[in-house]
């Protein structure tokens, strides 16, 4: 479809095509539709717009992910298809890899994620077929099964628009888990250790800038911000940012 882009909702559009073209190309599944709608509604509470307290949390997680010893970042099919480059672009700085982990498991869906990422990055790609797997304990679904050198073994996974049950599974092995929801009242924002509170496509390339400004700073610099962040801080600001909008779109009506 041919988005105008003079209509006062292109970018929202720009963001749906981009979605259903994901789902032709067999990367995104047809539930990451309902999912992005829900987002979306989220979005539109929020202002569409990056607040403080996303900023706040983008810097804690480029503190997290750089100060950890083995990162991950998990990939699902609607990040696939929204913000593939920039996967690869935060894989290269932090020095680690992507894994695909679906909630909705295909192995030809994974495959396909696969040799996108690796058209942009021939090296930053862990391979589902080849690797070794171990499962993780606490996860009804295929998710579970997890790459023994990835997710498995990693202290701090990144794994945005992700479902409840994996992330509280996760926080329950020890792990540090970063996340990006634009619903402050998901299991897994309230279960994260940070909750990035924004739409990914805004949000991804601010943390590839923080943390590409971050990296050279000393441990003990990226260790006090980790000190003060407190996520239920984060969650509540969130919540008090859609009711002020609300306020505000009322008072004007
Ligand atoms: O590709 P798969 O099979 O791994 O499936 C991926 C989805 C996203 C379908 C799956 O993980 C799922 O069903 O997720 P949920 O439980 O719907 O949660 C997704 C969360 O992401 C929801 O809370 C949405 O509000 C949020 N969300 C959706 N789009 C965006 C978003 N948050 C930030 N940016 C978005 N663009």
Redesign the pocket.
């Known amino acids: 479809m041919r988005i105008d882009p003079h209509h006062p909702r292109a970018e929202s559009l720009r963001?749906r095509e981009t979605l259903v073209q994901g789902v032709h190309d067999g990367i995104?599944?047809t539930?990451?539709l309902?999912?992005?709608g829900?987002?979306?509604?989220?979005?539109y509470l929020l202002g569409e717009t990056t607040h403080d307290f996303a900023r706040r949390a983008i810097e804690a997680a480029a503190a997290y992910l750089l100060t950890a010893k083995s990162p991950i970042l998990s990939i699902?099919?609607?990040a696939?298809a929204?913000v593939p480059s920039e996967f690869v672009m935060l894989a290269k700085l932090l020095n680690c890899k992507i894994e695909v982990?679906?909630?909705?498991?295909?192995e030809e869906?994974i495959h396909r994620i696969e040799t996108m990422l690796r058209a942009l990055d021939e090296t930053v790609v862990l391979d589902w077929k080849k690797s070794p797997k171990a499962t993780l304990p606490g996860i009804a679904s295929n998710?579970k099964t997890v790459i023994r050198s990835g997710i498995a073994n990693a202290d701090v996974v990144f794994v945005?628009?992700?479902?409840?049950d994996r992330c509280e599974a996760l926080r329950a092995l020890g792990k540090t888990v970063i996340t990006?929801?634009?619903?402050p009242l998901?299991r897994?924002?309230r279960s994260a250790t940070v909750t990035i509170i924004?739409?990914?496509?805004r949000?991804l390339p601010l943390l590839i800038q923080t943390a590409g400004t971050m990296k050279a700073a000393p441990r003990k610099k990226k260790e006090e911000i980790l000190k003060t962040y407190a996520n239920r801080h984060i969650l509540e600001n969130a919540l008090a940012a859609i009711a002020a909008h609300l306020k505000e779109v009322r008072r004007k009506t």
Do not use: M
């Not at 982990?101 to 295909?106: C, E, G, I, K, Y």
């Not at 945005?160 to 409840?164: I, K, N, S, V, Y």
């Open positions: 963001i995104t599944s539930a990451g309902l999912a992005h829900r987002g979306e509604a989220f979005d699902n099919g609607n696939a929204l982990n679906l909630f909705h498991h295909s869906r998710r945005p628009l992700e479902d409840g990006v929801d634009l619903n998901s897994t924002a924004d739409n990914i496509v949000s």
